[in-house]
Every structure is written in C-alpha cells, then in structure tokens.
C-alpha cells in the first residue's frame, strides 16, 4: 500500500510561475525523498530531508518538513517546461513507500 | 556504467511463462531494492537486499515472484507462471545504506513486462 499521498494530483502552471506540491504521511519516519519521474529519464532522486530537518534548498528546489503534522513540500522555483513530471514524495522507514503523484505540466 | 542497469528493457511473455529480469547496481551499493509500477501509480515496494541477504521480501504480491542476488551484486527477479495482472514495469534501485544510515536510491530504466 502507498502511505505517502501528494496533493494536487494534477497541477497545470505556466512557464517561469512556481510550483508547490504538498505530500503527507502516516507513519514515523527516518527521512522524505522526492523523486521526478518523465519519460526521458525514468525514475530521477531529487532532494533527501532527514527527519530532524525542516528545510532544505537544493537549485531551484525547496523541501519543508513538518514531522508534527506528517507533512511534506516541495517548491520549483521559475519552472521551466522540462519540469513537466511527475513528482513523487517517498518516505523511508525500513523500506522506501512511494505516495501516488503529482503530475505537473509547465506549458511554455 | 556509473548507473543502475536492468535488461531487459522490454519483455512481452504468455500468460503462464515464466520470466527473469535483471539489475545491475551501482558498484559499491550495499543496497538493492526491487519495485513494481503499474501504470498511472507510484512504485510499489517488493523487496530488499542488503549485500547478498534478504532482509525483506514483504511486498512480493505471491509465491510466483522470487528474487535473488547470490553474489550481494547482480540480482535478478524471477516470476513463474506469468498472469496478465503482472504487466506492469519493475524497476531497480540501488543505494549505499549500510549501518542504519538511508541515503537517495538510484533507479534504473526499468523492465516493461506485458504479459498477454
């Protein structure tokens, strides 16, 4: 089963506007990674955030971690119309649990 | 190669035969970590390596699915008796976890399996 869920499950955007994607969880934790996923390149890490962080910056991109409220962001900064993916939270526990997705298109 | 290698990358089977997928990890990972995909949904967790040991099969859907990795590098994921509802693509990653430490998992391209 896939306990982490990413919302929205669709987000449309224009090019150079920001991005945010929201993803929660229900159980305890020993980090959150995000991972990109396109047709090009398959399955692609993004940006890990221990569970005793709370904000981490990597480029364009920006990770919260709220581990009081299960809860995950992810913000892309002046998207570009590469971005367009979809973007998964995975929480890692023993094993990493996928959530279900965000599917964003950056039109240009 | 400096990245997670699966072959092959497609692999149209019958229903009721049998297949072997293969992963190659990064050189060094400790770690080996088998997925499922289903079209439209995130990767669903099968099961883990650690070196050559086991450590967790629980997501494997049946008896019909077995992994091994003998020699704690190569590894590859078998399913006997191909049903239809194992089409699906099954990646691979790889990882550095060791001694209780996580790190970001590397991905390969993935086995597309469409059985008919």
């Not at chain 1, 929201?22 to 993004?46: A, E, P």
């Not at chain 2, 072959?7 to 990064?26: E, F, H, M, N, T």
Request: glycine share 8%; hydrophobic share 30%.
């Amino acid at each position: 089963s896939q306990q982490g869920e990413e919302d929205p499950q669709a987000l449309s955007i224009q090019e150079g506007e920001n991005a945010t994607m929201n993803c929660s969880y229900k159980t305890s934790i020993n980090n959150l990674q995000w991972y990109r996923q396109n047709s090009g390149r398959g399955l692609v890490h993004l940006i890990l955030i221990r569970s005793n962080e709370r904000e981490k910056h990597s480029g364009r991109l920006r990770v919260t971690l709220d581990t009081s409220k299960k809860s995950s962001s992810l913000l892309i900064t002046a998207s570009r119309a590469a971005d367009t993916a979809s973007y998964f939270c995975a929480i890692r526990g023993n094993k990493l649990i996928f959530g279900t997705g965000t599917l964003l298109a950056v039109q240009p | 190669g400096a990245g997670v290698s699966q072959s092959p990358r497609y692999k149209v089977a019958k229903r009721g035969q049998d297949v072997a997928l293969r992963c190659d990890p990064i050189s060094g990972h400790v770690s080996l970590f088998w997925y499922q995909q289903a079209l439209g949904q995130g990767p669903e967790f099968l099961t883990y390596f650690q070196n050559e040991a086991q450590l967790d099969k629980s997501g494997l859907p049946s008896d019909r699915f077995f992994a091994e990795r003998p020699e704690g590098s190569v590894s590859t994921l078998k399913i006997q008796r191909t049903q239809q509802e194992d089409s699906a693509v099954y990646l691979c990653a790889s990882s550095l976890d060791s001694g209780g430490q996580t790190y970001e998992q590397y991905f390969g391209p993935g086995t597309r399996l469409t059985v008919t």
